[in-house]
């Protein structure tokens, strides 16, 4: 059985403060593939990030960053000098390649205020 | 579009009224998922296609739903005898290369599923 746990269910930072939304995974595999989505108000879900399970470099994308961790079974996404715009609620993702099942956790909501 | 398409974008029935829920997804994306999402919730595996087939349905929630696909393209999600609980957001979405590899999903923007 897989599994994804994101901890923290809401998050409120007021704007240019970072902020890190974790993830820890759960799998016997040993090929996956981990993701974060963005789901913002109007609802329709936008991937950000694709990592596979033997590429642990960490990325950096703009205000994104993303480090995973392996041996912690981690994989947490931090925003820097946050904006109202990242309010949103964010999924992180295990696909499974074995059997073609995803696993998303139950996504953290983020409140940046002005 | 390019992007998936699903209908309706809401749906309101009496509770055992059967529903259809439809998925297009992508053109050329051979995976094709099934999700719910309930209000304030996470998302909620259901099933996924790859190709025409869909391997393993035991992430429905009960014997009253069933999903096809036909030509490789559309996928249907039918609900019988539908229940209050039922009510959620049907989430759709496709990738280009097979099920659970690296390839993201393209999510639709959902079927909101009311039953009264």
């Known amino acids: 059985a897989q599994k994804v746990t994101q901890a923290q269910t809401e998050i409120s930072v007021v704007e240019k403060e970072d902020v890190t939304l974790d993830c820890v995974y759960e799998?016997?595999?040993?090929?996956?593939?981990l993701f974060w989505y963005k789901q913002p108000p109007s609802g329709e879900l936008v991937f950000l990030i694709r990592?596979?399970?033997?590429?642990?470099q960490n990325e950096i994308s703009g205000r994104y960053s993303w480090n995973f961790q392996k041996s912690t079974s981690s994989f947490n996404f931090t925003i820097t000098a946050s904006q109202v715009v990242d309010s949103a609620v964010y999924f992180c993702?295990?696909?499974?390649?074995?059997?073609?099942?995803?696993?998303f956790g139950d996504g953290t909501t983020l409140t940046v205020k002005p | 579009g390019a992007g998936v398409s699903q209908s309706p974008s809401n749906k309101v029935t009496e509770k055992g009224k059967d529903v259809e829920l439809r998925c297009d997804p992508i053109?050329?994306?051979?995976?094709l998922y099934w999700y719910r999402q309930s209000l304030g919730q996470g998302l909620e595996f259901l099933i996924y296609?790859?190709?025409?087939?869909?391997?393993?349905k035991s992430g429905l929630p009960s014997d009253r739903f069933s999903a096809e696909r036909t030509g490789g393209s559309v996928s249907t999600l039918t609900i019988q005898r539908t229940q209050q609980e039922d009510s959620a957001v049907y989430l759709c979405?496709?990738?280009?290369?097979?099920?659970?590899?690296?390839?993201?999903?393209?999510f639709g923007p959902g079927t909101r599923l009311t039953v009264l």
């Open positions: 979405a496709s990738s280009l290369g097979p099920a659970g590899g690296q390839d993201e999903q393209f």
């Open positions: 799998t016997r595999d040993t090929t996956y593939y």
């Open positions: 990592r596979n399970s033997f590429d642990e």
């Open positions: 993702a295990l696909f499974n390649t074995n059997a073609g099942k995803s696993t």
């Open positions: 053109s050329g994306h051979t995976a």
């Open positions: 296609f790859q190709g025409n087939s869909a391997p393993d």
